[in-house]
């Protein structure tokens, strides 16, 4: 067909010398990036290469609208189909491919692993239940629940199949990535909701820890706590060797067939549910180990529609922390933008392109876009509403990317401690409370007051407390965190420090006179009033206030602002003095200096004027002059105005529209 020359070839051949270089980068283990990484991803379903006519219109609008890098084939259900199916599936697959590397495409591959839980339809709608291969133990819960379609990955004949499952598609496809669905977990899978507590699981566990625990007695120990902690790290450092060693069988026969390709995870808020551990190492470990490739991954979940804007707020905090808890080689990041069930009534097309740019602030490299797996609108409309306002954004989102390769998110932290999966459960709680956190979560509701959030940032100048955290951290563990951080509480966690008698040595500070234009200093005063501001004899700073809530009003707004900038020794290298319903992200650099700011509206008005106090120099004594460029998509550059003061910069940003993102790089 005609249509297929129109996209140069070229595009495909720099593509893959810029992978190549790429590669010999991680394989030099170099935390410095200097190749761009930043590609647009289409995820598809089996559809898509399964009915003729359906790949002929993707491939046909791919070709319309330029912005596409690679597609995400998807294969069925593994162990619910049987392999003659897979066979065939995967035949399908490959001309598909082809079709697509010839146009300049990189096909991956992303497959269901474990399976998501027993109402999970999903993948085949025509009854996936029908030709299952499953005849080994399927997962089992805490309370004896047996699921009928999930796979416990502990089970040799499951992993005999597994070694299989995905060959036909590997061989057929040559992916560049395969990646692993985020079923590829232990807990949430219902009826099974904490697994797996099957026979073999528990006497594997039993073998390797020298217990002798049924299933009864397991669950009762580990709700009690039994070895304060220690029971509780074994069984879920078990659960993590469980999925390693699949992701490991997995990895292995795929790497046989086709040895260029590299196996990624995606993962999803895993940092709440306690029984997946603290990050996804073990699995990560054992993808690079078969492969010699490092992993990519894709973070993020939900916020599925546009019917609650500010929830990208909670997805892009959510998606920068578990950033932080990869490892330092592991460089392409591709948060899903999801519009599950993937209908025009749900997902705007500026909700897809703002949710691009505010994950890329959020730290990631790449994007990957579930928005027309399900075929329920015509590719017509998928084509002229998303692609084509992809085509239009990718030229800002790559800039954007590109300059900001080798910064991350700075600035306060929400912080979740790392022993919340040990914590005792209150008496007023129900069991098993502990497999399940929100600590940190309070973040997500005054994120659009201006205050610049960056989830375990391992620079942060000050830790925001929440109670939830607070709660769940014993004496000791916050006695040295109070000793070794600057910290903004909220007056009930505070008084509960009190009661527990951990709060010796504060001396009380008067908060700081401050005029403003826009509020009179009688309404700053009375904002003030409600604050308590502390120094520690280890000379550490605390703010307390009245809540973490954010119906406050305009002074309130502004006087947060600078109490967590107080708490931070005035380090925060990003702080709003404007008031309004604005979202900040600061990135630095490894050595601390500034790089860019980024500002989203969460409102429908159009700000103007919003005053931005930065602190470019950072630690880092560099006096050139810069240059500070306002940039939005679609718009002209504008280059700012600074303003110094000491060696703060005060920026004038002249408007920014509602729900519109801009950011100011700095040269
Ligand atoms: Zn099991």
Redesign the pocket.
């Known amino acids: 067909m005609n249509m297929l020359v129109r996209r140069p070839l070229r595009i495909g051949i720099l593509v893959f010398i810029a992978l190549t270089m790429t590669v010999n980068g991680y394989a030099a283990g170099h935390n410095h990036r200097d190749t761009s990484l930043f590609r647009m991803m289409i995820r598809l379903w089996p559809e898509h290469h399964m009915d003729p006519e359906l790949s002929q219109q993707l491939i046909d609008a791919l070709l319309q609208y330029d912005f596409c890098d690679e597609v995400w084939f998807c294969g069925s259900l593994p162990a619910t189909r049987c392999l003659s199916f897979h066979d065939s599936s995967a035949t399908q697959m490959g001309i598909i491919a082809d079709r697509l590397r010839r146009i300049g495409i990189i096909p991956s591959l992303q497959v269901v692993v474990i399976g998501h839980g027993d109402s999970a339809t999903v993948f085949s709608p025509d009854g996936y239940q029908k030709d299952s291969t499953i005849h080994w ?1 399927t ?2 819960g805490a309370n004896g629940e047996k699921t009928m379609s999930v796979n ?1 990955p ?1 089970q040799e004949a499951y992993l005999a199949f597994m070694e299989k499952a995905f060959v036909p598609y590997a061989k057929a496809c040559q992916p560049y990535s395969l990646y692993l669905d985020d079923d590829m977990r232990m807990s949430q899978h219902p009826p099974a909701m904490e697994g ?1 507590f ?1 026979e ?2 528990i006497s594997l566990f039993n073998n390797e820890y020298g217990y002798d625990f049924n299933r009864e007695a397991l669950v009762e120990a580990l709700d009690r706590n039994d070895g304060e902690g220690t029971l509780r790290r074994q069984w879920i450092a078990f659960g993590q060797e469980s999925l390693a060693n699949l992701a490991r069988v997995i990895a292995l026969s795929v790497h046989k067939v086709s040895p260029g390709t590299r196996v990624g995870l995606q993962h999803n808020y895993f940092h709440h549910n306690m029984l997946e551990g603290w990050d996804w190492i073990p699995m990560l470990k054992a993808m690079e180990e078969e492969t010699g490739l490092v992993p990519p991954v894709r973070p993020g979940e939900l916020f599925y529609s546009d019917a609650s804007p500010r929830g990208i707020l909670k997805k892009g905090l959510e998606i920068a922390r578990e950033i932080r808890r990869l490892p330092d080689d592991v460089v392409e990041i591709a948060p899903e933008v999801e519009g599950y069930l993937h209908k025009a009534t749900g997902k705007s097309a500026q909700g897809v392109c703002l949710e691009t740019l505010y994950y890329l602030a959020m730290g990631a490299t790449q994007m990957s876009y579930a928005i027309i797996c399900s075929a329920e609108e015509p590719m017509d409309w998928y084509a002229s509403h998303y692609f084509k306002s992809l085509a239009e954004l990718k030229p800002f989102a790559k800039d954007y990317a590109d300059f900001n390769l080798n910064a991350m998110p700075t600035g306060i932290d929400p912080y979740m401690s790392p022993n919340l999966c040990v914590r005792n459960v209150r008496p007023e709680e129900r069991p098993w409370a502990w497999t399940y956190t929100n600590a940190g979560n309070t973040a997500f509701g005054i994120a659009h007051l201006g205050l610049p959030f960056a989830p375990e940032d391992p620079h942060s100048p000050v830790l925001m407390v929440d109670n939830e955290c607070a709660a769940g951290m014993n004496d000791q563990e916050t006695s040295e965190l109070l000793t070794r951080k600057n910290i903004v509480t909220d007056a009930h966690t505070w008084s509960q420090w009190a009661q527990r008698g951990l709060l010796e040595g504060y001396l009380d500070v008067s908060p700081p006179i401050i005029d403003d234009v826009t509020i009179d200093g009688a309404r700053l005063q009375r904002a003030w009033n409600q604050i308590a501001l502390k120094i520690s004899g280890s000379g550490r700073r605390i703010a307390v206030v009245p809540s973490f809530n954010s119906d406050i009003n305009g002074a309130e707004q502004l006087v947060l602002s600078q109490v967590f900038d107080w708490a931070s020794g005035n380090t925060l290298q990003a702080v709003l003095e404007s008031v309004a319903q604005v979202a900040i992200v600061p990135r630095s650099d490894t050595q601390g200096r500034l790089r860019s700011v980024s500002l989203l509206s969460c409102s429908l008005a159009e700000e103007e004027h919003l005053k931005l106090r930065i602190r470019p120099l950072g630690t880092y004594d560099d006096r050139l002059p810069k240059k500070y460029i306002w940039k939005r998509p679609g718009k002209r550059d504008i280059w700012l105005k600074a303003k110094f003061e000491g060696t703060d910069v005060i920026l004038d940003i002249p408007s920014l529209g509602g729900w519109e993102f801009g950011w100011i790089k700095i040269n």
């Open positions: 133990g997962m089992v416990c502990r797996c099957c073999t699981c």
